[in-house]
């Protein structure tokens, strides 16, 4: 064998020892990379997932406390009762279950003050505040509803008669903003009170 055979024989085996060296390396780096990978995802998981409960159950808890003890209250002759603002789906929730919309409007026995003040009464011995809106027409004529001061979508005005949410705009026939059957008088809005 002459030195030039014996030179590429000598490279050649270094050149595969360097890619045996390098491949098994990058196979044991993407190996060892996965694995640990997996273990520290799996074991931070965890152990964050159970600290973050812990954290939001204590702020949730003591957030909850606060707003009971500011909370308005309603005294009756059982106790207190917590009064609290409902969200938009626990406001419609308890309409869904609230039957004072099957009621019959009887003129001069059963008008839109009881229906307000039945579904007003409905909600507070649910812990739910609810208002009563009265809403003032010219002629000294008005019209009765609730609402609810909903935690994620504000004030909602809704039509206990019916269960249908409505909006109130001064100076607007309240029937025809809200698609009821026309009133038999002037029904345009000349005011409203909310009352908690």
Known sequence: MDQGQRLATVLGLLLAFVMLCGGSGFLGYSYGYKVARAVGFTQGYEQGREEGYQAGYESGYTASWERYK??????????????????????????????TNLRTYEE??????????????????????CAIVDIFYPEGYGHTIVAFDTT????VFIEPQFDREVRLVVGESY??????????RDDTIVRY???W
């Open 70 to 99: 500011s909370a308005p209250q309603l005294a009756t002759g059982e106790g207190i009762i917590v009064l609290r603002n409902p969200t938009y789906q626990e406001m419609k929730k308890f309409l869904a279950e609230d039957i």
């Open 108 to 129: 001069g026995a059963y008008v839109c003050v009881d229906f307000t003040t039945e579904v007003n009464n409905n909600a507070e011995e649910r812990g739910i505040r």
């Open 152 to 155: 994620d979508r504000g004030l």
């Open 175 to 184: 029937s025809r903003i809200n698609g009821f059957t026309p009133a038999p």
């Open 193 to 195: 009170v909310v009352s």
